[in-house]
């Protein structure tokens, strides 16, 4: 399903400031496996969010080969340093994040975790200024709760696929991962202790603030 004009991602993404050699690697690097990463234009609003917020303590879930790590860890040395944390449950990604890390010279500030992510986030415990989630669909659901309870007051919690390519519009669409993504819409716009915003970039990115 086309979500937007077709000039709009294009559009979009000719509009996003230049880049380090290192973030296009992993660009092209993702191109050519075929492997799903946030892009350009989503990376660079985390890099913003991150950068208003002065957050210095960020937990990542479901990171892949770092590539939305790196637009966290960017904006994090830019606030004076602090913590990001890696978490995937493949060993191999953990590897090639910590060589793309190595070579954007952001590696001291990063913390990597081969696990679950939602369990690894119990495990580490800690409050963050912001939560990014990008694991399995199926799991958003149940990871709210993690999530909420290792914000601050404050904080920010981003979920990425929010509009899971028009998925969530189609009836007879009833997999986990589109139900799991209804479900946590659901759950986010119900929970009195936040407030949110789904922002249509991409495939949509959703911004809730803990309240209290
Ligand atoms: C969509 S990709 C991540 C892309 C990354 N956020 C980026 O934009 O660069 C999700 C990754 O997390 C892994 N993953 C999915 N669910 C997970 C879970 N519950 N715990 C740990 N890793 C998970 C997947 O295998 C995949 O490598």
């Known amino acids: 399903m086309q979500l937007y004009h077709p000039h709009l991602p294009n559009y979009l993404e000719s509009l996003t400031p230049p880049r380090p050699a290192t973030l296009q690697a992993m660009e092209a690097h993702a191109q050519a496996t075929n492997f799903p990463i946030v892009g ?3 990376g660079q609003f985390f890099y913003l969010i991150t950068r208003l917020m002065g957050a210095r303590r960020v937990f990542e879930l479901g990171s892949g080969f770092g590539y939305s790590t790196a637009w966290f860890a960017l904006a994090v040395r830019e606030n004076g340093g602090g913590e990001v944390h890696h978490v995937v449950w493949d060993e191999t990604l953990s590897k090639q994040a ?3 890390l190595r070579e954007l010279e952001v590696l001291p500030m990063v913390r990597f975790h081969v696990g679950e992510a939602v369990q690894t986030l119990q495990q ?5 200024d912001l939560i990014f989630c990008d694991i399995d669909k199926d799991g958003y659901p149940a990871s709210w709760q993690v999530v909420k309870q290792h914000l601050r007051v404050g904080g920010v919690a981003l979920y990425d696929n929010m ?8 009836d007879s669409d009833t997999s986990a991962a589109t139900q799991g993504v209804r479900a946590l819409t659901r759950i986010i716009a119900e929970d009195p202790d936040c407030t949110f915003s789904l922002l249509p970039l991409r ?3 959703l911004m809730a603030v803990k309240l209290r």
Do not use: N
């Open 163 to 170: 509009l899971w390519s028009g998925r969530i519009w189609d």
């Open 40 to 42: 350009p234009v989503v």
């Open 98 to 100: 910590q060589e793309f």
């Open 124 to 128: 580490v415990g800690g409050e963050y």
């Open 203 to 205: 495939d949509g990115v």
